[in-house]
Each structure stands twice: as C-alpha cells, then as structure tokens.
C-alpha cells in the first residue's frame, strides 16, 4: 500500500514538472511573435516615408522635364535683343547737320543680279532734330521673294553726337555707332547708313532708295 502511494506520488510529481516545462516553452514562442509584429509595425511607417521619397524625386524630375520641355518650344522671335538704353551713358545731344528719313534701309547688296536669302533691314522712324527710333529686322527669302521677317534687336532710340553727322545707341550689352556716309551724293539727306557694334550689320552699308529727289536703283 505504501509503495503504491509513493509511486502515485511520483508520478504526480512527474507530471507537474512536465506541465510547467511545456508552458515555459510556449512563452518565448508567443514573445517571438510579439516581437515580429512589433518588427513589422515599425518597417510600415519607414517603407511609406521611402515610398513617399520616390514620389517627391519623380515629382521634381517631371517639373524640371516639363521646364525643359517648354523652354525648348520658345519662339525664334524670343531670341532677339531686347537691349534697352543705359541711362547711366550721359550722352550729350546734339542737332542733327544731316536729313535722316523715316523708312527702311535696306542692304545694299540686293542691288544688281544679287539674289540674297538672308540680310538684315533697319527701319527708322520718330526722326527729330536731335534722335530717332530704329528697329533691326532679319529677312529670309524664297527665289528672291520674302518667305520671313522677324525682329533681331527691338526697337530703340540713338541720338545724334559730335558735330551732328554721327549718331550713338548706348544699351546695358551693346553700343550702336552710327554713321552717315555719302555715297550717293545725296548730302545733308542721308542715303546711306552703316552701324557698328552688332555683328549682323557689321561691314555693311543699308540704303534708302525711296526718298523723294533720291530715287536711285
């Protein structure tokens, strides 16, 4: 009868120990579980901020695209100087000795067989007896016929200088001298024009053909 109490006993005893070996070896299980959650909860947020990064760099590489884009689309028009007078050049003005004429003056070389597809025209208007507005034209032509006419440098205005037979254009980049020659013996009425200080023109004389009493072809 003892013995079997004793056995009864161990047995229990067996069975307790086994019992709290099995629930030790449950718990770190669900720690396990408890810290990869955790572990995902925390990359959720750090995936988003990264997701969020991607969108925010395409976003600013489209707009810089979208600006390049339609920077490349700009009108040729758009390139002509837009060179404005410099009021810091204090220029004294001076009566004008010569007789400028509103109208177009022209590249002399038209003249002749001379069929050119490229030249540049100089318009003059708003002549007074101390300055004038100018505007410089480039034309493109066709078999001899105007196929284009676009502004090269926008309209501004030069003042007479010196002894009255020169005229000066001081802008913010570009200084325009003018200078009357007489090559058509048309003196004081000017004819004839030459202008430094832009390169189109440079080298070149521009005519007016069209002056009453100094029509010549």
């Given at each position: 009868?003892?013995k079997?109490?004793?056995?009864?006993?161990?047995?229990?005893?067996?069975?307790?120990?086994?019992?709290?070996?099995?629930?030790?070896?449950?718990?770190?299980?669900?720690?396990n579980?408890?810290?990869?959650?955790?572990?995902?909860?925390?990359?959720?947020?750090?995936?988003?901020?990264?997701?969020?990064?991607?969108?925010?760099?395409?976003?600013?590489?489209?707009?810089?695209?979208?600006?390049?884009?339609?920077?490349?689309?700009?009108?040729?028009?758009?390139?002509?100087v837009?060179?404005?007078?410099?009021?810091s050049?204090?220029?004294?003005k001076?009566?004008?000795?010569?007789?400028?004429?509103?109208?177009?003056?022209?590249?002399?070389?038209?003249?002749?067989?001379?069929?050119?597809?490229?030249?540049?025209?100089?318009?003059?208007?708003?002549?007074?007896?101390?300055?004038?507005?100018?505007?410089?034209?480039?034309?493109?032509?066709?078999?001899?016929k105007?196929?284009?006419?676009?502004?090269?440098f926008?309209?501004?205005?030069?003042?007479?200088?010196?002894d009255?037979t020169?005229?000066?254009?001081?802008?913010?980049?570009?200084?325009?001298?003018?200078?009357?020659?007489?090559?058509?013996?048309?003196?004081?009425?000017?004819?004839?024009?030459?202008?430094?200080?832009?390169?189109?023109l440079?080298?070149k004389?521009?005519?007016n053909?069209?002056?009453?009493?100094?029509?010549?072809?």
């Amino acid at each position: 009868m003892k013995k079997n109490l004793v056995l009864i006993s161990c047995l229990s005893l067996l069975l307790i120990l086994g019992g709290c070996s099995n629930n030790n070896s449950m718990h770190p299980t669900n720690e396990n579980q408890t810290s990869q959650d955790n572990s995902k909860d925390v990359n959720v947020p750090i995936q988003a901020t990264i997701d969020q990064n991607n969108v925010d760099v395409k976003k600013e590489t489209d707009s810089k695209s979208i600006s390049s884009t339609e920077s490349a689309k700009k009108s040729p028009n758009e390139q002509e100087v837009k060179d404005k007078n410099n009021d810091s050049q204090k220029t004294t003005k001076v009566n004008s000795i010569v007789k400028l004429y509103n109208g177009t003056y022209f590249d002399d070389r038209r003249f002749g067989d001379n069929v050119l597809k490229n030249y540049c025209e100089i318009a003059i208007s708003n002549v007074t007896n101390t300055s004038f507005d100018f505007t410089i034209y480039e034309v493109n032509t066709l078999y001899g016929k105007t196929e284009s006419k676009k502004v090269i440098f926008i309209k501004n205005t030069a003042v007479f200088t010196g002894d009255g037979t020169k005229a000066v254009f001081h802008g913010k980049n570009y200084t325009l001298n003018f200078t009357f020659p007489n090559k058509h013996n048309s003196y004081p009425v000017v004819t004839d024009i030459e202008i430094s200080g832009f390169h189109p023109l440079e080298g070149k004389t521009y005519v007016n053909n069209g002056i009453p009493g100094h029509e010549f072809g």
